[in-house]
């Protein structure tokens, strides 16, 4: 069954429809090295060129976020949790949400450190009722969605609970990206 896919790179917007071969797209991407996304649409967030489509591979590794709407999955398999409002900084982006933990995890919760904050988490984290912000060629961008997965390994900062208010344009950064590393095999390769 085919699945609609909004993933962000360090410079793309990518969307399209992959074959969804487990329970959730969440478990699935955190199970695979890369997927396939048949007649993606790119779009760069650099320059604002006119978007292309194209077959294209994508490593998940770099993937940054990925949009989700749909079910969360199977209800006998949800674990109690509790819930941090968390607003993470992955280089160009910023993501909100609410971040849900183990009961009784708060050993590193007050750290700013994303890397002790996630530690032992998949590498695409959950964000719920989330919303994610950027710059779209210097036009401030934002979306909301129901779960962002963030990819932990490119998180550079972390707030959660009270420090996780405000307004995140402020907080985007206007870093140089390195443009076409992430995103242009268009499955030529072997």
Same mark, same amino acid.
């Given at each position: 069954m085919p699945v609609e896919l909004i993933a962000f790179t360090a410079d793309c917007r990518i969307r399209g429809a992959i074959p969804l071969a487990d329970d959730r797209l969440s478990d699935m991407l955190n199970s695979v090295a890369r997927v396939v996304i048949r007649?993606? /649409?790119?779009? !760069?967030?650099? !320059?604002?060129?006119p978007p292309e489509t194209a077959d294209l591979t994508?490593? #998940?590794?770099?993937? #940054?976020?990925?949009?989700?709407?749909? *079910?969360?999955? /199977? $209800?006998?398999r949800r674990r109690r949790t509790e819930v941090h409002r968390a607003r993470i900084g992955l280089a160009?982006? /910023? /993501?909100?949400?609410?971040?849900?933990?183990?009961?009784?995890? #708060?050993?590193?919760?007050?750290?700013?450190?994303?890397?002790? #904050?996630?530690?032992? *988490?998949?590498?695409?984290?959950?964000?719920?009722?989330?919303?994610?912000?950027? !710059?779209?060629? $210097? $036009?401030?961008?934002t979306e909301q969605y129901e779960t962002i997965l963030v990819n932990r390994a490119h998180a550079t900062w972390i707030d959660l609970d009270d420090a996780a208010g405000g307004d995140d344009a402020d907080l985007v950064e206007r870093q140089p990206v390195y443009h076409a590393a992430m995103a242009k095999d268009f499955t030529r390769a072997t």
């Amino acid at each position: 069954m085919p699945v609609e896919l909004i993933a962000f790179t360090a410079d793309c917007r990518i969307r399209g429809a992959i074959p969804l071969a487990d329970d959730r797209l969440s478990d699935m991407l955190n199970s695979v090295a890369r997927v396939v996304i048949r007649g993606a /649409v790119i779009e !760069d967030l650099v !320059d604002g060129a006119p978007p292309e489509t194209a077959d294209l591979t994508l490593p #998940v590794g770099s993937i #940054v976020a990925v949009l989700v709407s749909g *079910r969360r999955g /199977v $209800d006998s398999r949800r674990r109690r949790t509790e819930v941090h409002r968390a607003r993470i900084g992955l280089a160009r982006f /910023v /993501v909100s949400g609410s971040l849900h933990v183990p009961p009784g995890a #708060v050993a590193h919760l007050g750290s700013g450190d994303p890397g002790l #904050v996630l530690a032992g *988490r998949d590498i695409l984290v959950p964000l719920t009722e989330a919303t994610i912000t950027y !710059d779209k060629a $210097d $036009d401030p961008t934002t979306e909301q969605y129901e779960t962002i997965l963030v990819n932990r390994a490119h998180a550079t900062w972390i707030d959660l609970d009270d420090a996780a208010g405000g307004d995140d344009a402020d907080l985007v950064e206007r870093q140089p990206v390195y443009h076409a590393a992430m995103a242009k095999d268009f499955t030529r390769a072997t």
